[in-house]
């Protein structure tokens, strides 16, 4: 008897000191430290209140920059909700929110570690194939986590370990008499999560719309009689459209992206594009060509005596600074009626290249052009934009426009190179007005023309000399076309069990971008220099002719 009441007093003064202690604070606050490989990272500090079952998680850093979301992450215990409330650059408040299951995907653990003074259990995840360790206390008799929407336990978290690396541990536990008002003020725009998540994401990016659902043709179109107006004007029959826009002025913290949405409009076939700029400051220009005609750009004449109109550089001109090339499609959406097995043609094709080695030429005002080589009168449909990521701060690189052969003007008479390669070599001669260190040619190299012995099936080297030297010798050819099959709805089928997109190419595939090979210089000194290019072209074969479209700029740090 008397050890029964013994029991009973000891247990009595266990009920009590907890109700004491749980009387004795109305809010906690965590303070966290994040450390990667066990180093403390001092710029970041996450910190999470809990009062009246909501928990609250701010985030602070002093890397943050004015123009960061401001967000914080409530998660409402009582009813299994999170919710998420951002300020993003300029005012607007945005918020998403969605329900949180306890104990979701947790394996309990047999260790156990004490921080701040609190034991903790240990219990493990996996997200997204991120192993999480994570430790949490039930001491406090509130829950809370900084770990929000999955993998939330019954209790405080104190500790978060992924992969090993990155740890994220209370440093301070204050127990507050006050009560913390904790109910999110929900204003602004309500998202979905996928949503929410990607506009914080692409809040800070500058995106800069060139062309929006621009339709490329061939039609009998009057050509625009001045460079002044403001809107899209379309040259060489509609197959050429160009812009003035203003971009950023200041863009040497941004990693810069060209980003073109295509699809068919009426052209089933794989055809030619490219996204460029025209360069304007020397005494001619490509403009001059769109406005007065092919024979307003200086000529080049290979061996044989033909000419083309606008391809390289001389002292007075600079041909088209290609930052793009991509190839359309078999038809994507104007022909997605065609039905093929189980694919699911995509509405559009979206083509994508960094493009910030050519900062230089991409602030302030610009002329921004793109053509796709089609004669359909319902032709394609494209939007571009110029996007500024923020990044590191870099110096720009120097950039020299070589050459390019794509004939931009196809469709009002620019000549093909077909001729330009045959026993013969692309020869460009050029000046740079100062040493360059780390110099390179960003040059992109497609083969073209028709079955048999076409250049477009047929791999051929490609060598490039400078000033005598050869810096480079391959053969761009693309072995991976077969990737790219559900983009290419009214591509043919053989009866090998092939379709026509799945066939290797010299150098591009329908449907994507055509990659630039980086081709290393390394110093170079100012002055006079002579760049040449040798194809062995195929033989015209009937009324088909090989040619290379090819293009190369000089980059380099000053």
């Known amino acids: 008897m008397k050890k029964s009441l013994v029991i009973l007093l000891l247990l009595s003064l266990v ?11 109305k809010t906690v606050r965590i303070t966290y430290q994040t450390s990667f490989n066990n180093k403390p990272d001092s710029t970041s500090t996450t910190v999470m209140e809990i009062s009246d079952n909501i928990a609250r998680i701010s985030y602070s850093s002093t890397r943050q920059e004015k123009d960061d979301a401001i967000q914080n992450i409530y998660l409402d215990y009582t009813n299994n909700q999170e919710t998420k409330v951002a300020q993003l650059n300029g005012g607007e408040t945005i918020y998403t929110t969605r329900t949180f299951v306890l104990n979701d995907g947790l394996t309990p653990q047999p260790e156990t570690e004490k921080i701040t003074g609190y034991n903790c259990k240990k219990v493990t995840a996996s997200i997204n194939s991120n192993r999480l360790e994570i430790w949490y206390t039930t001491e406090l008799g509130v829950m809370g986590s900084m770990q929000p929407t999955t993998a939330i336990p019954e209790g405080v978290v104190l500790k978060i370990v992924r992969n090993g690396q990155r740890e994220e541990k209370a440093v301070k536990v204050e127990l507050l008499k006050e009560a913390t008002s904790l109910q999110p003020v929900l204003t602004g725009s309500q998202l979905s999560a996928p949503a929410y998540n990607y506009k914080i994401q692409q809040s800070k990016v500058i995106a800069v719309d060139v062309f929006n659902r621009q339709s490329i043709y061939f039609r009998d179109i009057q050509k625009p009689t001045d460079l002044n107006s403001t809107e899209v004007l379309q040259f060489a029959n509609g197959s050429i459209i160009l812009k003035k826009v203003t971009l950023p002025t200041e863009n040497s913290e941004y990693s810069i992206f060209t980003e073109l949405s295509q699809h068919s409009e009426g052209d089933a076939y794989d055809r030619t594009g490219s996204v460029f700029i025209v360069p304007t400051d020397r005494k001619q220009s490509f403009l001059d060509g769109l406005m007065q ?3 307003a ?19 007075d001109y600079l041909p088209p600074l290609e930052l793009m090339r991509f190839y359309t499609s078999f038809g994507v959406k104007g022909f997605n009626h065609i039905q093929v097995a189980s694919y699911n043609w995509p509405d559009s094709v979206v083509f994508k290249q960094e493009v910030t080695d050519y900062a230089k030429a991409l602030k302030g005002e610009v002329w921004v052009g793109a053509w796709i080589g089609n004669y359909a009168e319902n032709g394609h449909n494209v939007s571009l ?8 701060k870099k110096e720009a690189k120097e950039i020299y426009p070589l050459f390019t052969t794509v004939n931009i003007m196809e469709m009002a008479g620019q000549a093909y190179p077909e001729g330009m390669f045959r026993n013969d070599s692309l020869t460009v001669n050029f000046k740079t007005d100062t040493d360059l260190k780390n110099a390179y040619i960003r040059y992109i190299s497609t083969g073209h023309g028709g079955w048999g012995g076409g250049d477009e099936f047929n791999p051929k080297l490609n060598e490039i000399f400078l000033d005598n030297n050869r810096i480079i010798a391959y053969t761009p050819w693309r072995e991976d076309c077969g990737s790219y099959r559900e983009l290419n709805p009214a591509s043919g089928n053989f009866s090998n069990g092939l379709s026509s997109s799945d066939l290797s190419r010299s150098g591009w595939c329908p449907g994507i971008v055509s990659y630039p090979v980086f081709v290393h210089i390394g110093d170079i000194k100012a002055g006079s220099h002579q ?3 040798a194809i062995p072209v195929g033989d015209p074969e009937g009324t088909s002719r090989s040619y290379w479209c090819i293009s190369g700029a000089l980059v380099g740090d000053k």
């Open 293 to 295: 005609g092919k024979e």
């Open 531 to 533: 760049l040449k290019i």
């Open 15 to 25: 009920f009590q000191t907890e109700a004491k202690s749980k009387k004795d604070f």
């Open 297 to 315: 750009l200086p000529k080049y004449t290979d061996k044989h005596g033909d000419k083309y109109e606008g391809m390289t550089v001389t002292n």
């Open 385 to 392: 934009k110029i996007k500024y990521y923020p990044n590191e």
